[in-house]
């Protein structure tokens, strides 16, 4: 069974830290791109940041650069977001993706979403 479950959201206060983490399973982790998105209340979702399989390439919105940084460990099956510097505007439901992924059985999944993790990010 093709799954994502992401973790590690929670309160902070503005200025902190937090890293999520998506664990994958039921495909083959290490040949996809892969991708956060986060939906605020009363909002769209958003992309926020995608990495490729190889991890060689990465892009951010413009809001979190120079703050987010993704990453991936092929070995963990693990996609990483590590959030700096993080501000009242960066509270939502974030949740990593993966698109056209084929399992085990070569059934093709057009889109991958986790259960998403809440980050509040107040004072």
């Known amino acids: 069974q093709v799954r994502l479950v992401e973790s590690g959201g929670g309160l902070v206060q503005p200025g902190g830290s937090l890293r999520l983490s998506c664990a994958a399973s039921?495909?083959?982790?290490?040949?996809?791109?892969m991708s956060w998105y986060r939906q605020a209340p009363g909002k769209e979702r958003e992309l926020v940041a995608g990495i490729s399989s190889a991890a060689d390439s990465t892009n951010y919105t413009g809001s979190v650069k120079g703050r987010f940084i993704i990453s991936r460990d092929n070995v963990k099956n693990t996609l990483y977001l590590q959030m700096n510097s993080l501000k009242p505007e960066d509270t939502a439901v974030y949740y990593c993706?993966?698109?056209?992924?084929?399992?085990?059985?070569?059934?093709?999944?057009?889109?991958?979403w986790g259960q998403g993790t809440l980050v509040s990010v107040s004072a």
């Open positions: 039921g495909f083959t982790f290490s040949r996809y791109p």
């Open positions: 993706n993966a698109e056209n992924v084929r399992d085990a059985w070569y059934r093709r999944y057009p889109k991958v």
